[in-house]
């Protein structure tokens, strides 16, 4: 009869470890598609800068905007 207590915590230990286990896999995940993200936002700032920076050079050339400081 005493082994059945021990028996009953070591079942829910287990449980707890597996659901950890799943968490830890699911965070493992999380993170790289959040890696993956960062890179994919990094990319198109670096685009919208560039776009950005030939946008005012034919402005400047079209006389468009006003003088651009020196």
């Given at each position: 009869?005493?082994?059945?207590?021990?028996?009953?915590?070591?079942?829910?230990?287990?449980?707890?470890?597996?659901?950890?286990?799943?968490?830890?896999?699911?965070?493992?995940?999380?993170?790289?598609?959040?890696?993956?993200?960062?890179?994919?936002?990094?990319?198109?700032?670096r685009?919208?800068?560039?776009?950005?920076?030939?946008l005012?050079?034919?402005?400047?050339?079209?006389?468009?905007?006003?003088?651009?400081?020196?």
């Amino acid at each position: 009869m005493s082994d059945q207590p021990d028996g009953v915590v070591l079942v829910f230990l287990r449980r707890i470890d597996a659901r950890v286990e799943k968490l830890a896999e699911d965070m493992l995940e999380v993170k790289q598609r959040l890696g993956h993200l960062e890179e994919q936002y990094a990319s198109l700032s670096r685009r919208v800068d560039r776009l950005d920076m030939r946008l005012e050079r034919v402005e400047r050339r079209l006389e468009l905007s006003e003088a651009a400081p020196q």
